[in-house]
């Protein structure tokens, strides 16, 4: 019996969510963006509701307290030494992206990234006029992870950058230390940098699998690769905007305070207090709401597998569903499912046509009010 309530039901209707405005006045269920419907850890609420109080809520500078209790979760959890010149705290990952984006590539040069991929990871190059390689994800694992073989094919001698996403968003994939140190190599071999997105690192669902920082394998990675990691998706506080990028090379971190000068804000006050709370006190509220994801994956996988034409692998993390619809032959799947009352992200957006992606960070009577819709439509 958990101490928490992940079966509440609340109304999100009001508060300007964006996963709920969009389909405000119908009864469409929103399951596309990627935030929860679940209310953060009592110890985030408690802390901004501390701070809220004082009262004033001036320019803030990052609070030593946050870099310290990040820095001893990363040595606690992965045995990583970071320390706090190399923490660059943002108000956004797709923010970091973006920079990375600028801050290592020169306009001549190309970036390589597995694909189907979260939607920025193509659009980031796409925005800093950089040319985009897209290398498959391989079938072969149940979730699928790059294509190693693919990726050294696809890289030139132009490459400078690989977009990294561990867990993989979408499918939820957990790449292993070994296979880690198979990119690693590869990316050494080729001279090439990496941003490594790691901000579904907190959702990884099942208990004998870890998470490793690709940056935490050796020194010789570590130089090379700007880390993003956030409390946002992990604690359901997206709104709150606090997001860190871990840039352990003094000459990359430069070129990366460059491109952001002028151009990218501090975090807001209320982000660092929600992201300090969370990271010194909310594992226990996520031990608990592992559990209940973890029961809602098992329940979707075997309801989804059961729906002619639909189907998915169990994602090892994140609370984002990856449904392979191509068998059902509808031109539009996520639109087909949108009308039936269920707001779906498209495969398309991700690189992959007639897929669809299904946020599962929810009350299971949600879930299943959505799992009953979809059938019905795939019967009728
Ligand atoms: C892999 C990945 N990176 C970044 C983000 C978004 O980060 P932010 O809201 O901090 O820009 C998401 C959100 O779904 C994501 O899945």
Known sequence: MSDFDFDQLIDRSQSSSEKWLKYAGTDILPMWVADTDFVSPPAVVNALQARVAEGVFGYTATPERLNQVFIDRMQRMYGWTVNAQELVW????????????????????????????????????????????????????????????????????????????????????VYSPEALEQLAKIIVKHDLLVCSDEIHCDLILEPELQHTPLASLNLEIARRTITLMAPSKT????????????????????????????????????????AEAAYRDGDRWNAEQLKYLKGNRDYLVEMINSIPGLSMAANQATYLAWIDATDTQLEHPQAFFEAAGVGLSDGKDFGAPGWVRLNFGCPRSRLEEAVRRMKNAIAK
Not at 101 to 116: D, G, H, I, L
Request: charged share 15%.
């Open 90 to 173: 943002l108000p956004g990952l797709v923010s970091g992206l973006n920079l990375a984006t600028r801050a290592c590539c020169e306009p001549n040069q190309s970036v390589v990234t597995a694909t189907p991929i979260y939607p920025p990871f193509m659009s980031a190059p796409k925005l800093s006029e950089r040319e985009l390689i897209r290398v498959p994800m391989t079938e072969a694992h149940p979730n699928s992870l790059i294509d190693f073989t693919a990726l050294e094919t696809a890289i030139t001698a132009n490459t400078r950058l690989l977009l990294f996403c561990n867990p993989h968003n979408p499918g939820g994939a």
């Open 235 to 274: 604690w359901n506080i997206a709104g709150l905007a606090c997001s860190v990028a871990i840039i352990q090379d003094p000459d990359l971190r430069a070129r990366f305070a460059r491109v952001r000068r002028g151009i990218v804000p501090s975090v807001n006050l209320l982000g660092f207090t929600a």
